[in-house]
């Protein structure tokens, strides 16, 4: 168990739909990190926040967004959702000195798009 | 652009054999590498490996770092069934973003 939560397990919904994916960091650390992981892309970094603030974004589309609220617990969600974002949704954290401290990583949420 | 490339994607082997695992990276702005272990669900850290050329060991896993060639092995010796997983080798960019290869699917076989 890594210490990091993350909530729901499991989500069924439909296209066009929209979804909220939360996730609580291990205690003590302040950034939190999400991937997505599908078949055919493997894992993929999406955005990460440091103590409520937004440092860095990779593939993320525009149709999803996330905040890290002043607990530190960080919400991702989607909307409009298609097919193809059926996937693993991960969350991991890290204290982040800026060294590059190791993440560890939730348990996931497993979305899927009928 | 960024990558991460693992070899061999899959990889079959009897109780009891050593394996190495391949890791090799094109990646700007390398802070370090890092193995994880997945095996239903969410990845589990290994190593994280900073310097080059010196190992890290945890029991019968044991991984390498080299910054001059851009690759790093991981090894496990004695394997066991329980050792069955996907083996996700992460480049930190940045100390912010994980960058991941592909995987190896590694099943030991009874």
């Known amino acids: 168990d890594s210490g990091v939560t993350q909530t729901p397990k499991h989500l069924i919904t439909a296209t066009g739909q929209r979804v909220t994916l939360r996730c609580s960091p291990r205690?003590?650390?302040?950034?939190v990190y999400w991937y997505q992981q599908s078949l055919d892309q493997g894992l993929q970094f999406l955005i990460q926040?440091?103590?409520?603030?937004?440092?860095a974004k990779g593939n993320i589309l525009e149709r999803f967004s996330a905040q890290q609220f002043p607990d530190l617990h960080s919400e991702l969600n989607l909307s409009s959702l298609e097919l193809g974002d059926s996937a693993l949704y991960f969350c991991?954290?890290?204290?982040?000195?800026?060294?590059?401290?190791?993440?560890?990583f939730g348990p996931g949420t497993r979305l899927t798009v009928l | 652009e960024d990558k991460v490339v693992q070899s061999p994607l899959s990889l079959v082997v009897h109780e009891g054999d050593t394996v190495t695992l391949n890791c090799s990276y094109e990646?700007?702005?390398?802070?370090?590498l890092l193995w994880y272990k997945q095996e239903k669900k969410a990845p589990t850290f290994l190593f994280m490996l900073?310097?080059?050329?010196i190992e890290k060991k945890s029991g019968r896993l044991s991984s390498i770092l080299d910054k001059k060639e851009l690759f790093s092995i991981l090894n496990i010796t004695a394997t066991q069934t329980g050792d069955s997983a996907v083996y996700l080798c992460?480049?930190?960019?940045?100390?912010?973003?994980?960058?991941f290869g592909q995987g190896t699917r590694l099943t030991i076989n009874p």
């Open positions: 991991a954290s890290s204290d982040w000195t800026g060294w590059g401290d190791t993440q560890y």
């Open positions: 205690s003590g650390d302040l950034s």
């Open positions: 926040y440091y103590n409520g603030e937004e440092r």
């Open positions: 990646v700007t702005n390398f802070r370090s």
């Open positions: 900073t310097s080059s050329g």
């Open positions: 992460a480049v930190l960019q940045g100390a912010q973003k994980l960058v």
